[in-house]
């Protein structure tokens, strides 16, 4: 089993920043990049932003530019820096990792952008 506890999140008005982590522990043999996804009121979970084992990363269109992931292998933490928040990134964030085929999703955590 593995699990995944989000953190970071909380209530910044528009155009602050916040850092979310995604902590991974459990069954884990080797620490593997993880993935965020939001999911705003009223509408379908999308996903943010992901990286993959050989460094590289993609982001949703409507962060580009202003959210940046990044990881540290030895903590088993994903990180997702978001700067120049707006009203339309609030949402319950989630990270999502795979381990052993199965994906396991973290609980989420609330962000709000207002002023």
């Known amino acids: 089993q593995v699990q995944l506890v989000e953190s970071g999140g909380g209530l910044v008005q528009p155009g602050g920043s916040l850092t979310l982590s995604c902590a991974a522990s459990?069954?884990?043999?080797?620490?593997?990049?993880m993935t965020w996804y939001r999911q705003a009121p009223g509408r379908e979970r999308e996903l943010v932003a992901g990286?993959?084992?050989?460094?590289?990363?993609n982001y949703a269109d409507s962060v580009k530019g202003r959210f940046t992931i990044s990881r540290d292998n030895v903590k088993n933490t994903e990180y997702l820096q978001m700067n120049s928040l707006k009203p339309e990134d609030t949402a319950v964030y989630y990270c999502?990792?795979?381990?052993?085929?199965?994906?396991?999703w973290g609980k989420g955590t609330l962000v709000i952008v207002s002023s």
């Open positions: 999502m990792g795979t381990y052993g085929g199965l994906n396991y």
């Open positions: 990286s993959t084992s050989g460094g590289s990363t």
């Open positions: 459990g069954s884990i043999v080797r620490a593997k990049p």
